[in-house]
Antibody, heavy 121, light 104 residues
Framework: QVQVVQSGAEVKKPGSSVKVSCEAS????????ISWVRQAPGQGLEWMGG????????NYARKFQGRVTITTDESTSTAYMELRSLRSEDTAVYYC??????????????WGQGTPVTVSS | ETVLTQSPGTLSLSPGERATLSCRAS???????LAWYQHKPGQPPRLLIY???TRATGIPDRFSGSGSGTDFTLTISRLEPEDFAVYYC?????FGRGTKVEIK
């Protein structure tokens, strides 16, 4: 059973960048399995980007296009999410999630523990 | 991009009662890609249902999903204390805004 472990909490200044990692253990995941989701304080889940089955490739939510990059290193089973030009509204818990169930339409069945990111001057 | 509208925003119920949560899509969607998640504070979300109606591994059978086209439903037949949480539907990435199921 694949488990994913994310990197630790980050505190960043406005205008800077953050790069969060997500490493699989107990198995491997492919680049096409991973999505990134965040939850700001008091808000709901927000999908940032990831693999979209019907598109057949990685995709980004319109809100984050140009500001986020999702990459994977399959040799180390590690995925990364980099968010640039940070602002206070980016303060959130960031989750990576993996779709491992065959023919499940990309449903995210394995989740990391979450990485808190605080953006503050 | 398909927008998912969940209702109600909050559902106040007692343990043992039935919960019916709605997820409406802004356009007709493929039921293959509609999923439901449960989220509790301090924990990562948990996949409950995928493909509109298939329970994920380990999910009790009191959880069921149904629907097609633009209208989808998550039903919890008899609420257990551990079921009080926020529930989200998802379609090809984006989530709805969630329904909070709280103890009445």
């Amino acid at each position: 059973q694949v488990q994913v472990v994310q990197s630790g909490a980050e505190v960043k200044k406005p205008g800077s960048s953050v790069k969060v990692s997500c490493e699989a253990s107990g198995g491997t995941f492919k680049s096409y399995d991973i999505s990134w989701v965040r939850q700001a304080p008091g808000q709901g889940l927000e999908w940032m980007g990831g693999f979209v089955p019907i598109v057949g490739s990685a995709n980004y939510a319109r809100k984050f296009q140009g500001r986020v990059t999702i990459t994977t290193d399959e040799s180390t089973s590690t995925a990364y999410m980099e968010l640039r030009s940070l602002r206070s509204e980016d303060t959130a818990v960031y989750y990576c999630a993996s779709a491992n169930i065959p023919a499940a339409g990309g449903a995210l069945d394995i989740w990391g523990q979450g990485t808190p990111v605080t953006v503050s001057s | 991009e398909t927008v998912l509208t969940q209702s109600p925003g909050t559902l106040s119920l007692s343990p043992g009662e039935r919960a019916t949560l709605s997820c409406r899509a802004s356009q007709s969607v493929s039921s293959k890609f509609l999923a439901w998640y449960q989220h509790k504070p301090g924990q990562p979300p948990r996949l409950l249902i995928y493909g509109t109606s298939t329970r994920a591994t380990g999910i009790p059978d009191r959880f069921s999903g149904s629907g097609s086209g633009t209208d989808f439903t998550l039903t919890i037949s008899r609420l257990e204390p551990e079921d009080f949480a926020v529930y989200y539907c998802q379609y090809l990435g984006p989530f709805g805004r969630g329904t909070k199921v709280e103890i009445k």
